[in-house]
């Protein structure tokens, strides 16, 4: 049997492009170098029966339509709003920044959305277009709030300080006016019932599918041809060998995991550590997103690292460089039927539901070619 879709890596974006190709009547071939399926959204049950995320919190949240119609044909869903805490000044204060926040590390009593405001403008820094994220993070919260809550914290996530990243980084910290703590304002906010990794069983169980599972793609590359199209998910300067000399810079995570008998070990679901004194930058509680009863808990303490699987690109300038490269050469091998997809493949900070909007998008715009 000939596979006509070829598709590298079962991810999101791998999983979405061979569930709308089987579907629409193709055969796909799967390659996984790990052995599950999911990418870094595998989740599992645990040794005392609480579901754990292998790879850290992963939060769903969309206002597509579009995308919150195709997930949700792969599994029941619960409505989750996520809230996340941060250790300042040896106080748990809410991000967002909100109300609350402010008037827990400045001993304020800010009431309203118009004194929250007021308190914006006098305290944030008038910086028309930021060149960088420490002048994202000045325009958006101010100095004080920065310096305590996000200079440290991204110097630790990224080994790199806000103002050798681009300014998308703290475009992503969230702010309220008001007392509004959930970390999302989107519309759809919710989980999966039983867990992503039953998401990608689904979808991936269709009679056109095959996935091998521990297989690298350049161990078997010279098996792979005849196909229609071929999509790569993985580390665009990986596909080409790294060409060009320099490699792509993506930050990794890594675990340090423990049980403790007790039914909860924090306040929340994550906890932030900005201090340069505390290694780990935050601490998950995962019994939090399935609200499981169970008299144990199971934590998280989350590293940053340049060594293990790929997780983040990083927005700097010098990547994007690098990254232009590899683009162009990538946009070379679409007329072989050779298309590359998702995070670690566009060099992008995909959110979840982006990811999967990414694909879907990919999907639809090849169709309509023909």
């Known amino acids: 049997m000939v596979n006509e879709i070829v598709i590298i890596g079962a991810g999101i974006s791998g999983a979405t492009l061979a569930e709308r190709y089987a579907s629409s009547g193709k055969h796909v071939l799967v390659i996984e170098k790990r052995g599950h399926i999911g990418g870094n959204c595998y989740d599992r049950i645990n040794e005392d029966g609480i579901l754990v995320s292998e790879y850290g919190a992963h939060l769903f949240h969309t206002n597509y339509e579009d995308v919150w119609e195709y997930v949700s044909q792969f599994s029941e869903w619960y409505p989750y709003e996520h809230r996340v805490l941060s250790s300042v000044d040896g106080k748990l204060v809410p991000i967002p920044v909100n109300i609350d926040t402010v008037n827990a590390i400045f001993d304020t009593r800010i009431n309203t959305e118009e004194e929250m405001q007021k308190w914006l403008d006098e305290n944030t820094e008038k910086i028309e277009n930021p060149k960088n994220s420490e002048e994202s993070a000045l325009r958006r919260v101010g100095k004080v709030l920065y310096e305590k809550m996000f200079r440290n914290y991204t110097k630790k996530q990224w080994d790199m300080w806000p103002n050798e990243l681009e300014a998308s980084v703290m475009d992503r910290i ?138 983040y690109p990083v927005p700097s300038e010098r990547n994007r460089r690098v990254y232009a490269k590899y683009q162009t050469e990538a946009e070379k091998l679409e007329n072989d039927g050779i298309y590359f997809v998702g995070r670690l493949a566009n060099y992008k900070y995909f959110n979840m539901d982006q990811a999967f909007k990414n694909a879907l998008d990919l999907f639809d715009s090849l169709k309509n070619k023909k």
């Open 174 to 311: 969230p702010v309220r006016t008001n007392h509004d703590d959930r970390y999302f304002s989107d519309k759809y906010q919710a989980l999966p019932k039983d867990g992503y990794a039953k998401i990608f069983e689904r979808m991936l169980d269709h009679p056109n599918i095959t996935v091998r599972l521990e297989t690298k793609y350049e161990d078997i590359k010279a098996e792979v041809s005849g196909f229609e199209k071929l999509f790569f998910t993985g580390p665009i300067d990986q596909f080409f060998e790294y060409k060009f000399g320099e490699k792509l810079q993506y930050r990794s995570l890594r675990f340090e995991w423990e049980t403790h008998d007790k039914e909860y070990y924090q306040s929340s679901s994550v906890v932030n550590y900005p201090s340069l004194d505390i290694p780990y930058t935050r601490i998950i509680e995962y019994k939090y997103f399935t609200g499981q009863k169970h008299p144990k808990t199971v934590i998280s303490k989350e590293y940053s690292s340049w060594e293990g699987e790929p997780y």
